[in-house]
């Protein structure tokens, strides 16, 4: 059971948005503690998408964002590629501890 | 070029020990955070440990602490992580990352070195 609560899964054809839910509580999210998000493709290591709750690394593209409200964040993904196909994480900060939530697979159809 | 790798992991024993390394290069490794995450086959991230870029503060999920033991040497531009009385429930593929300050996000993340609790 994940501190932070996403959908197991999520898909969408290409060329379309999809987005990614990441739920909290007053503990962490709603603390005011920042949301981080990673993608991790199929055997390889997690990589930052989004920091401090809307903040794209260089190299990401503009087809991903963040936001944040209350003690919920969200990922979406716009213009959506076979490439996405993906394992998304989101993350915060709770109590002197690390949270991340249970993942979510996105499947291009 | 950031660069972080992992090295130590392999099979060993229930009640067993291990320790973990992480190298780091192509920044400046005295000045960020460093973490360690793992993920059980299938499964998703969690959260092992983290540590200050003085060793000033050091932090443990609850799974691991008094069992786990993180350290760093800036000198040598190194990471650890000294596991102890292994669980089967400890196997996993452990990552570390950096981070710009303990509170902040991982980037970026070593490639990961496999650890297997099994008699």
């Known amino acids: 059971q994940s501190v932070l609560t996403q959908p197991p899964s999520v898909s969408g054809a290409p060329g379309q948005r999809v987005t990614i839910s990441c739920t909290g509580s007053?503990?962490?999210?709603?603390?005011?503690?920042?949301v981080h998000w990673y993608q991790q493709l199929p055997g390889t290591a997690p990589k930052l998408l989004i920091y401090?709750?809307?903040n794209r690394p260089s190299g990401v593209p503009d087809r991903f964002s963040g936001s944040k409200s209350g003690t919920s964040a969200s990922l979406a993904i716009t213009g959506l590629q076979a490439e996405d196909e993906a394992d998304y994480y989101c993350q915060s900060y709770d109590s002197s501890r690390w949270v991340f939530g249970g993942g979510t697979k996105l499947t291009v159809l | 070029e950031v660069q972080l790798v992992e090295s130590g992991g392999g099979l060993v024993k229930p009640g067993g020990s291990l320790r973990l390394s992480c190298a780091a290069s192509?920044?400046?490794?005295?000045?960020?955070?460093m973490n360690w995450v793992r993920q059980a086959p299938g499964k998703g991230l969690e959260w092992v440990s983290s540590i200050s870029s003085s060793s000033s503060y050091i932090y443990y999920a609850d799974s691991v602490k008094g069992r786990f033991t993180i350290s760093r040497d800036n000198a040598k531009n190194s990471l650890y992580l000294q596991m102890n009385s292994l669980r089967a429930e400890d196997t996993a593929v452990y990552y570390c990352?950096?981070?710009?300050?303990?509170?902040?996000?991982?980037?970026?993340w070593g490639q990961g070195t496999l650890v297997t609790v099994s008699s």
């Open positions: 192509g920044f400046t490794f005295s000045s960020y955070s």
């Open positions: 990352a950096r981070s710009p300050t303990v509170t902040d996000w991982f980037d970026p």
């Open positions: 401090g709750n809307s």
């Open positions: 007053s503990s962490n999210i709603g603390a005011g503690y920042d």
